[in-house]
């Protein structure tokens, strides 16, 4: 099964979460501070990623799970995340929270776990 950890820093707390098997790349996910429109939405779970050939292994939730556990011990009682998907990150526990324009006439969902 896969290994997820914690890769690289990008500042302060900020992660990159990688799940890779024996040294194959299978999929990554980052928990950064959010730029720009949706500041206020920290810490910021983004670049969720999983290759074609690993999917339908659970890997996303294993790197949710990864990130969730890095901003528990790090002292964050909730993280966020935006989507245009609907029904994918609620099986996960996320709460969508409200409709955000990210761009002029492009608005995705920002969606809130409780950890």
Same mark, same amino acid.
């Given at each position: &099964?896969?290994?997820? &950890?914690?890769?690289?820093?990008?500042?302060?707390? $900020? @992660? /990159?979460?990688?799940?890779?098997?024996?040294?194959?790349? &299978?999929?990554?996910?980052?928990?950064?501070?959010?730029?720009?429109? /949706? #500041? $206020?939405?920290?810490?910021?779970?983004?670049?969720?990623?999983?290759?074609?050939?690993? @999917?339908?292994?659970?890997?996303?939730?294993?790197?949710?799970?990864?990130? /969730? $556990?890095?901003?528990?011990?790090?002292?964050?009682?909730?993280?966020?995340?935006?989507?245009?998907?609907?029904?994918?990150? $609620?099986?996960?526990?996320?709460?969508? +929270?409200?409709? *955000?324009?990210? @761009? #002029?006439?492009?608005?995705?969902? /920002?969606? #809130? *776990?409780? +950890?």
């Amino acid at each position: &099964m896969a290994d997820v &950890m914690k890769k690289g820093e990008f500042n302060d707390w $900020e @992660r /990159i979460f990688i799940a890779e098997e024996n040294g194959d790349f &299978m999929g990554f996910c980052a928990l950064a501070k959010p730029q720009g429109l /949706i #500041e $206020e939405y920290s810490p910021y779970l983004k670049w969720l990623f999983v290759g074609e050939n690993y @999917r339908g292994n659970r890997l996303s939730q294993k790197l949710i799970e990864a990130a /969730i $556990e890095y901003a528990k011990e790090i002292g964050f009682k909730q993280i966020f995340l935006s989507t245009w998907h609907v029904g994918l990150y $609620e099986k996960y526990g996320f709460e969508k +929270i409200c409709d *955000k324009e990210m @761009r #002029e006439g492009y608005f995705e969902g /920002i969606y #809130e *776990k409780k +950890i």
